[in-house]
């Protein structure tokens, strides 16, 4: 039996590479007769970036950038296709585990470093740039990034705002005039790893404002100022950043991009597996095993595991899920793509605890899993 290994990052614990090794640890402590190959995948949250550039061979450049709150930090441009794309993670510039859980301000945090990342990125002429935009620690519709590349955004009396998104209460025109038209000129493809919407209550502001830190008031002031920029955007574009599908992402930057710089945004897994020629890694295995910290109903709308098993049931190879937590309600449409779910976590377990000890949960689930399938209990692989 040939098992590929394709976990996504189990958040707030353990990278995809490291997930992969520590499933590939515990198959082969067990009894499992087998050969195994890691393929640790990224559906554009943070680490995507990283794995493209280990998948395709691309290399690095360090850049100095500011940070969410404007401080100079040292950040990264990747490289790809013979140096013709940029590869850029957005966390890198702008993400939230660049702040201490005290500084999380996401009305006062902002994407402009990776604005910064990519005006480096077109210095080098490159002719297209892909954006991983999870892991972010802002709510501001790129406004930060788009700032970086020459967007004025004005107050009723034709002042820049200070600060965005705070300041986009006072928002009164965007003058594009001065944007680098470079960018104009470059392909940018967005990988997003949600498909909320920019505003309402599954949009950028209620969903992802309280897990960078804003209170339930911020969070109504972020939905108000995510509601006048897309207000003067539709004046000044013609385009409603509210309406498009995988709006929400990064905080609403994947809107602010689609709209001011044509940017494509796309499911970020399918993209990923396509890229970096998964299809090809899947002809010699018989089984694939995938997961990430959860999953639910969630996994469904286009996260990593769930790309992972719909690539394999295509080619009728069976799928196996580990995952930190599992939602019994939710196994019924889940088993529509997983043909075993398996939680690497005893019941009730503390969520430190279990962020704590991933590596080592997974590995004795996977040896557990190979024991089982060695004493010939395969009739869901068959």
Not at 47 to 55: H, I, K, S, V, Y
Not at 64 to 87: A, C, N, Q, Y
Not at 346 to 366: M, P, Q, W, Y
């Amino acid at each position: 039996m040939h098992i590929l290994i394709a976990p996504n990052a189990f958040k707030n614990s353990l990278d995809a590479n490291s997930a992969a090794q520590a499933i590939r640890k515990g198959l082969e402590e067990s009894n499992l007769s087998c050969t195994c190959s890691c393929f640790p995948v990224g559906d554009g949250g943070d680490g995507t970036a990283a794995l493209l550039l280990q998948r395709l061979g691309g290399r690095i450049l360090p850049v100095s950038v500011h940070d969410p709150l404007g401080r100079k930090i040292d950040s990264r441009l990747g490289l790809i296709d013979k140096d013709k794309t940029g590869v850029i993670e957005l966390a890198d510039a702008s993400g939230l585990r660049l702040l201490k859980p005290g500084e999380y301000n996401p009305l006062r945090s902002d994407t402009y470093g990776v604005g910064e990342l990519m005006k480096c990125a077109l210095d080098l002429k490159v002719g297209k740039i892909i954006l991983c935009v999870g892991g972010s620690a802002t709510v501001d519709g790129g406004g930060g990034m788009l700032k970086a590349l020459g967007v004025k955004f004005l107050s009723p009396v034709q002042r820049q705002l200070e600060y965005i998104p705070s300041g986009f209460t006072d928002l009164a025109s965007i003058d594009t005039s001065t944007l680098d038209s470079r960018i104009l000129e470059t392909e940018l493809i967005v990988l997003c790893d949600v498909n909320n919407k920019l505003l309402g209550k599954d949009g950028a502001a209620a969903i992802f404002g309280p897990q960078k830190g804003a209170t339930v008031e911020e969070v109504r002031e972020l939905e108000t100022c995510l509601q006048r920029f897309r207000d003067i955007a539709l004046e000044k574009t013609g385009r409603d950043m509210a309406v498009m599908k995988y709006g929400g992402a990064a905080g609403g930057t994947a809107a602010g991009l689609s709209v001011f710089l044509d940017a494509r945004l796309i499911n970020g897994i399918d993209y990923f597996l396509e890229i970096t020629g998964f299809d090809a890694a899947l002809e010699e295995s018989d089984l694939v095993i995938t997961g990430e910290g959860s999953i639910d109903s969630q996994t469904l709308q286009g996260k990593g595991p769930f790309g992972v098993a719909v690539k394999a049931k295509e080619k009728n190879i069976p799928v196996i899920g580990l995952s930190g937590s599992l939602d019994p309600d939710e196994h019924k449409l889940l088993h529509q793509y997983f043909d075993a779910l398996v939680s690497i976590n005893d019941e009730g377990v503390e969520l430190s605890k279990a962020l704590e000890n991933t590596s080592i949960n997974l590995t004795r689930t996977a040896r557990a899993l190979g024991d089982f399938l060695q004493s010939g209990n395969r009739s869901f692989i068959n």
